[in-house]
């Protein structure tokens, strides 16, 4: 069996993945895109070399074809979406690859897709909803809502949000691999997944560093559900989607998943060997990592969440607020990142994996959405997507990662 972590999204392009990642400073050709031109009295700038989103011109859409296919070469991945939108800019949305690899159907841009810890944004913004009702303060220590915590006294919701509890993320507990890998398909309930937690000691005291945990995001659907008296997942669908005026976004209760959507592989099991996840359980990932969207309303989301619109502008200060994360440019909020001025979230969960920001100084939004987590060298595939296509398009907000050369055989 091969050491298994259970990839939930972890925060900001593999911040928990080891080394160093590498920021590209100039729009290069390591992706198979080809290079902007030498400087000269008259040649144009190279796009976004100043800072600003490019028009997508089709020299660009060229550029980001040649690019994607490249990172698909090297990571193996079977199928990917791509989505960039920028006021005055235009728009490019592409498919690539297969949506199933038994069958060769084609791969298409309106898939809905496993969001994995892309649900964090939609847990911590209803939560942040409740902050502005008065029903709830960030203040507030979770041991007033949830009993049996460790330093349940003492850790904040605020520090849930913001990755700064100290709590032991359960799915880096053996038991808790052990048991999903035994049955992918079954039902895990919150308090069983906190069980799995609450038996390892608390890493460090709250709010001494930030430590990327799941567990934090399982307290906080916790609390919501306390406070309102309903699920979670009526909650984020009547108080965040809804009045987001997101379609097509969902908060399943067990495996099932709406059409069209793609097969998921991963290796994420007990051999080690990719398998086919599509129908696996989400349940284990819960608050944490649940969620069903698809690309428009992912494009939707982006921008509602990186503006607040669904929050006063104070609380959606608040969330901004960010800690330094391990990785240059880089910062985590309340259920948020910014990478190098991009906004969002990522997502990673056994064959599945997307990352859904927005730049606000181009008031522009990429969308990835992959049907594999199969890492390269130690980095998630969609922060490999995520660094080409701004290379590309913003060389100025590189979204970093590492650039391997050799493409998988096969």
């Known amino acids: ?98 949506a199933d690899k038994a069958t060769g159907a084609p791969m298409k841009a309106d898939v809905h897709t496993r969001l994995g810890s892309e649900t964090k944004t939609f847990t911590v913004t209803a939560l942040l909803r409740l902050v502005d009702q008065g029903k709830v303060r960030l203040d507030d220590p979770i041991g007033r809502y949830v009993p049996g915590v460790p330093n349940g006294d003492h850790i904040t919701l605020r520090e849930l949000a913001g990755m700064r509890s100290g709590l032991f993320n359960y799915t880096l507990d053996p038991d808790f691999v052990k048991t999903f890998e035994g049955n992918p398909e079954q039902r895990f309930v919150p308090r069983q997944l906190l069980d799995f937690s609450f038996k390892h000691p608390a890493q460090f005291p709250p709010d001494a560093k930030f430590q990327y945990s799941n567990t934090n995001l399982v307290l906080l659907g916790l609390v919501i559900e306390k406070v309102t008296g309903r699920p979670v997942q009526d909650v984020i669908t009547k108080d965040v989607i809804e009045p987001a005026g997101l379609r097509h976004t969902l908060f399943p209760t067990g495996p099932e998943f709406p059409e069209p959507h793609a097969h998921g592989y991963s290796d994420e099991t007990p051999s080690g060997e990719i398998e086919d996840a599509t129908n696996w359980n989400p349940s284990w990932a819960w608050a944490a990592g649940a969620m069903i969207s698809d690309m428009q309303d992912l494009r939707t989301w982006a921008r509602v969440l990186a503006t607040g619109t669904l929050l006063t502008p104070a609380t959606q200060a608040e969330r901004l607020k960010t800690t330094p994360m391990d990785i240059p440019g880089a910062g985590y909020g309340l259920g948020i990142f910014n990478v190098q001025g991009w906004i969002g979230h990522n997502g990673s969960l056994p064959g599945y994996e997307s990352l859904t920001v927005y730049l606000p100084q181009a008031r522009a939004t990429m969308v990835i959405i992959l049907n594999t987590d199969v890492e390269t060298d130690g980095q998630e595939p969609s922060t490999l997507f995520g660094d080409a296509v701004t290379s590309i398009v913003t060389p100025a907000h590189v979204y970093p990662g590492h650039k391997p050369l050799v493409p998988k055989p096969g």
């Open 1 to 98: 069996m091969k050491p298994t972590r259970i990839r939930l999204g972890r925060a900001c392009a593999a911040a928990a993945a080891a080394g160093v990642l590498v920021i590209p400073a100039v729009t290069g050709s390591a992706y198979g895109a080809t290079p902007p031109p030498a400087p000269s009295a008259t040649a144009a700038p190279s796009p976004g070399t100043d800072g600003n989103f490019p028009q997508l011109t089709p020299a660009v859409a060229a550029r980001l074809d040649a690019a994607v296919r490249q990172v698909m070469r090297v990571t193996g991945t079977p199928g990917a979406v791509v989505g960039l939108w920028a006021p005055g800019k235009g728009s490019y949305v592409k498919a690539f690859g297969v």
